[in-house]
T-cell receptor, first 111, second 111 residues
């Protein structure tokens, strides 16, 4: 089946630093989504991308839809402690409205 | 907030007992989904529904059944719970342009 690869599993950064994470696949996707999950809660949609090359921002977050349509990138600038959580990518490429999810990256921010 | 509630939020049950989890939405969305989340596996689709009485299997549907008798409710049933079904279960609805929005989750422990 299709897979989305996110690595590393965990990232540790200092407060104030920027961090980038990517999501790659061997398959083409038409839609890329980025989610954040806080402990004990459901994933929350951060950014949605619909066109190859598209760059979209949401506050300190910026995400890009890769031009090959096989990858996507999320950047967090000037990290703060509340950025701690698990970041998932998800892709959609068919008419069945099902998403494929990456396994997520756990982000830790040191004060 | 996509108007999604899940009940119960926590449940402990014994192996072999039936369990039903409920997802309720207030915004008349056509598509609803059930996922399970486990360490090392990320989010995996169990079943989904594309309308009242219209459901289909996801990638990990064995041991689970679903029902959707009205638009607002999507039920997930474990006919005979096993320890391997200990997990966190999330319901989601499809929003605009292939986005999905998640409920708060149900933590299920099967002893």
């Amino acid at each position: 089946g299709q897979q989305l690869n996110q690595s590393p599993q965990s990232m540790f950064i200092q407060e104030g630093e920027d961090v980038s994470m990517n999501c790659t696949s061997s398959s083409i996707f038409n839609t890329w989504l980025w989610y954040k999950q806080d402990p004990g809660e459901g994933p929350v949609l951060l950014i949605a991308l619909y066109k190859a090359g598209e760059l979209t921002s949401n506050g300190r977050l910026t995400a890009q839809f890769g031009i090959t349509r096989k990858d996507s990138f999320l950047n967090i600038s000037a990290s703060i402690p509340s950025d701690v959580g698990i970041y998932f990518c998800a892709g959609q490429n068919g008419a069945n409205s099902k998403l494929t999810f990456g396994k997520g990256i756990t982000l830790s921010v040191r004060p | 907030d996509a108007g999604i509630t899940q009940s119960p939020r926590h449940k402990v049950t014994e192996t072999g007992t039936p369990v039903t989890l409920r997802c309720h939405q207030t915004e008349n969305h056509r598509y609803m989904y059930w996922y399970r989340q486990d360490p090392g596996h990320g989010l995996r689709l169990i079943h989904y529904s594309y309308g009242v009485k219209d459901t289909d299997k996801g990638e990990v549907s064995d041991g689970y059944s679903v029902s959707r008798s009205k638009t607002e409710d999507f039920l997930l049933t474990l006919e005979s719970a096993t320890s391997s079904q200990t997990s966190v279960y999330f319901c989601a609805i499809k929003g605009a342009q292939e986005t999905q929005y998640f409920g708060p989750g149900t933590r299920l422990l099967v002893l």
